[in-house]
């Protein structure tokens, strides 16, 4: 029975996904995934599009990503089979304090906010950044083309401009008030004064410049330099708190990445300080013990079963995920297939509940808003990539003359002391960042990510069990209706059914209908039988997969050569 009929309603795809036999490269924006797909016809690999379509997309997709930004980075090397998990996030600078923000509640929904959104909007709400860090470091260490030519796109695009899209048009419009607040924001993105209209180029020549500076320095021109410098500068007179010596300091890490198994699947996703890909292996691991194929997807059973599965994930997160150099995060146990089975025991199937975190020291494991990107080249690396600035627009301040939106991943962090998520110097933020690799028999099948903050990875998950367990292609995987919960409302996007929302209320769950779950998710996919790589973006933002295929001539002393 196909998964439609069991989700009682016919479901198509916005979007169609892309296929091809040499290369794939899929970003939320199509000159992203442009970028991506020069460096394959240049001859470079996955390594080279992945970090050539993110710099490009830090000029046309602003309100995401930028080099002042964070993320992760989880490639495969095909050559040797082994996974590198590069954690570039953000740190809290050396000045930060622990009880640095005046909090307004203590209690959820307001208890992240802060006295003025001194932790969301402006320069006290900027980390150290480890964006330009980490992609020179992975093009160095994995690519092929060098800095220099993996810039390139981005700085044609910063320098002739680009069209302004519907989806950027409408974030700008409704950010707007904050942008103005900071002259070199407003100077690019409310060009006399109003938001742009659809279609409207936008050129970004300060950040030409800078990424003309980056492309012939390297990372150094951020961390020692003189971009650095005009940082720091900036700060100094805004009451920001980020000095030469944080960017000095800044440094970042190579991680062992999480493993689960889910029906004999592999997953490889990101380790702390990423809360995602232990998450995801605990849920996957709860799952496993019901059968959710029969359940259906779209049904009230199989939404409730996923909305009680992410409530205990919350719980855990939020009292054992912080950065491991500050606290002790319990991977293995949180990963272990008996703590599973414990937590799952706990799960009412008719009735929704409330949830504590767990036990996970009774157990002992085996180990120890944003953008994402895919890329898969013909030898068979694979890139699965998310970069933040965090809020769209970051913290809203351009430094003036660099063009350059810093972030405010600051505003991650528990603004009350005392939790492993707490503020202190030098520490990382827990981040939800999924970028996550299922493998097969020993090789790739899927590589997927979205955008999304604390909805990331519920996100990332439900595609997993769309394709595992509900025969979804990709395409339809990254576009199916989805939910999310961490405890309070549960959130169903509009394509769940009216009918399963009443029984969702029905058993208890505080049902509230939101637009979209998280954000653009794409992803590729690998079709062995046939050679082919499928590449898939959803309609929820401005994502294209873009294919590579076709090659050199055939050469005349071939014996199968014909004219």
């Not at 929904?109 to 150290?128: F, K, Q």
């Not at 006399?192 to 990372?219: C, F, H, K």
């Not at 036990?359 to 994402?372: F, I, K, M, R, W």
Request: hydrophobic share 40%; glycine share 10%; proline share 6%.
């Amino acid at each position: 029975m196909s998964w439609r009929k069991l989700a009682g309603s016919p479901f198509e795809t916005y979007k169609k996904d892309a296929v091809a036999s040499n290369g794939m490269v899929t970003t939320n924006h199509p000159m992203g995934s442009a970028a991506g797909l020069e460096m394959l016809a240049m001859g470079g690999n996955a390594m080279d599009a992945a970090v050539a379509s993110v710099f490009a997309l830090s000029v046309v997709e602003p309100m995401m990503v930028g080099i002042f930004g964070a993320g992760f980075i989880n490639y495969y090397d095909a050559s040797s089979g082994e996974f590198v998990n590069i954690d570039n996030y953000s740190v809290a600078p050396a000045a930060a304090t622990p009880d640095m923000y005046e909090t307004v509640s203590d209690t959820w929904p307001d208890y992240m906010e802060t006295a003025d959104r001194a932790n969301l909007v402006g320069y006290r709400s900027v980390g150290v950044p480890g964006a330009l860090m980490g992609w020179c470091y992975a093009e160095e260490k994995y690519g092929k083309l060098g800095i220099d030519t993996v810039v390139q796109p981005a700085i044609r695009y910063a320098k002739r401009g680009f069209a302004v899209s519907r989806y950027l048009a409408d974030i700008i419009r409704l950010n707007q008030e904050d942008l103005a607040m900071f002259p070199a924001s407003a100077e690019v993105f409310l060009p006399r004064g109003n938001p742009p209209s659809v279609g409207q180029t936008i050129v970004r020549s300060d950040y030409a410049r800078t990424l003309e500076a980056v492309a012939a320095e390297g990372p150094d021109v951020l961390y020692k330099g003189r971009i650095g410098e005009m940082v720091v500068s900036d700060m100094s007179a805004n009451d920001g708190i980020i000095t030469e010596d944080d960017f000095e300091n800044y440094r970042i890490h190579l991680r062992e990445p999480v493993r689960g198994t889910y029906r004999g699947h592999d997953i490889v996703s990101v380790a702390p300080t990423s809360s995602g890909g232990t998450a995801i292996v605990e849920i996957l691991n709860i799952l496993e013990g019901f059968d959710v194929t029969s359940l259906g997807f779209g049904t009230a059973e199989g939404s409730h079963l996923l909305a009680e599965a992410m409530k205990i994930a919350f719980a855990d997160r939020f009292e054992y995920l912080g950065d491991p150099a500050f606290v002790e995060v319990p991977v293995g146990a949180l990963t272990d297939k008996g703590y599973a089975a414990a937590r799952r025991r706990e799960i009412d199937t008719s009735h929704a509940r409330d949830y504590s975190y767990g036990n996970p020291s009774l157990y002992v494991g085996e180990g120890a808003d944003t953008t994402h990107l895919t890329t898969a080249d013909s030898d068979g690396n694979v890139v699965s990539t998310t970069q933040t600035i965090h809020a769209v627009f970051g913290s809203k301040v351009t430094t003036p003359g660099t063009g350059m939106l810093l972030n405010n991943t600051m505003n991650i962090f528990d603004p009350h002391p005392g939790n492993a998520n707490s503020i202190a110097p030098g520490k990382r933020m827990v981040s939800s960042m999924s970028p996550t690799i299922v493998m097969k028999d020993g090789k790739p099948l899927m590589a997927l990510g979205t955008p999304g903050a604390t909805r990331i990875f519920p996100s990332v998950l439900q595609a997993i069990v769309n394709v595992i367990d509900h025969g979804m292609s990709l395409q339809e995987a990254v576009e199916a209706p989805r939910i999310w919960t961490q405890g309070q409302e549960l959130e169903i996007e509009p394509g769940i059914s009216d009918g399963v929302r009443q029984a969702l209320k029905g058993m208890g769950h505080k049902v509230q209908v939101t637009p979209r779950v998280a954000g653009g998710m794409n992803g590729v996919m690998f079709d062995y039988a046939n050679g082919t790589i499928r590449g898939a973006a959803c309609y929820r933002a401005d994502g294209v997969p873009a294919g590579f295929s076709g090659g050199a001539a055939r050469p005349s002393d071939d014996p199968l050569y014909r004219f």
